[in-house]
């Protein structure tokens, strides 16, 4: 068979008929919006987390010790 969309369509619509694809529920614009902004936040912690604990790495190589949270 040529591919073509067409084609491609017509085999879709086979294939939704036959029952092999179920609806999909799609999520809102703000759930959407809220969870990329769940996601940045967690990304930024960890990244803070990294960078303290390499400042208290380097700092521990000059005898210097500070407690689990630099920043608080």
Sequence with gaps: MNKSDE???R???GLVRVGWYREVKVK???SQATRSVLVAR???D???RDLEN???S??????LQFG???GS
């Design 54 to 56: 390499q400042v208290r």
């Design 68 to 70: 689990r949270a630099i």
């Design 7 to 9: 084609n491609d369509a």
């Design 46 to 48: 960890a990244i803070r």
């Design 28 to 30: 809102s614009g703000e």
């Design 42 to 44: 967690a990304r930024l």
């Design 58 to 63: 380097m700092l521990k190589e000059y005898g």
């Design 11 to 13: 085999g879709l619509v």
